[in-house]
């Protein structure tokens, strides 16, 4: 977890977009909510993809 938030903040220095569109952000006057939706959906199907080949090639 702690390398994935590194990850994204070195993406975030380099203009690469962090934010996808179906995540979900609240700003209010002294607050600020950010929801990241769509990216937990997308780095669920990729870490899903990941382990079904690897235990795929394994057997």
């Known amino acids: 977890m702690v390398l994935a938030g590194v990850i994204l903040l070195l993406l ?3 203009s690469f977009p962090t934010r996808l569109p179906g995540d ?3 700003r209010k006057k002294n607050f600020t909510f ?10 669920s199907l990729l870490i ?3 382990f079904y080949l690897i235990n ?3 057997q």
């Not at 950010?34 to 780095?43: D, E, G, K, N, R």
């Open 12 to 14: 975030e220095r380099f």
């Open 24 to 26: 979900i952000v609240i």
């Open 34 to 43: 950010y929801f990241p939706l769509a990216t937990s959906i997308v780095i």
């Open 48 to 50: 899903t993809i990941i």
């Open 56 to 58: 795929r090639f394994r």
